[in-house]
Nanobody, 124 residues
């Protein structure tokens, strides 16, 4: 079993920055995928960014060039550096982890573990 705990959410004005962190504990040795997803009120959950094997990254179109995902393998932690935040980025952000058999593929079907989420609110 794997336990994920997110931190770093909060309120910020448009154009500002936040850094989210997700600490994984438990049976982490089997994990090779970690990622961030978000759900805004009234919208479906969408992928923000994922990282495979600690290095292969994927970004959702809406955050490319503004967000950066990174992983600290020693601390079993994944970070999401968010810059140039926009009101449209307001959402609950969830960390997820799993094991993928396909290099670079870290989407929902292979993500078995999810955190409870951290709220990000961007005001205009």
């Amino acid at each position: 079993q794997v336990h994920l705990v997110e931190s770093g959410g909060g309120s910020v004005q448009a154009g500002g920055s936040l850094r989210l962190s997700c600490a994984a504990s438990g049976d982490t040795i089997r994990l090779n995928c970690m990622g961030w997803f978000r759900r805004a009120p009234g919208k479906e959950r969408e992928v923000v960014a994922t990282i495979y094997g600690g290095s292969v990254t994927y970004y959702g179109d809406s955050v490319k060039g503004r967000f950066t995902i990174s992983q600290d393998n020693v601390k079993n932690t994944v970070h999401l550096q968010m810059s140039g935040l926009e009101p449209e980025d307001t959402a609950m952000y969830f960390c997820a982890a799993g094991r993928s058999l396909v290099r670079g593929y870290c989407l929902s079907p292979v993500l078995d573990y999810w955190g409870l989420g951290t709220q990000v609110t961007v005001s205009s």
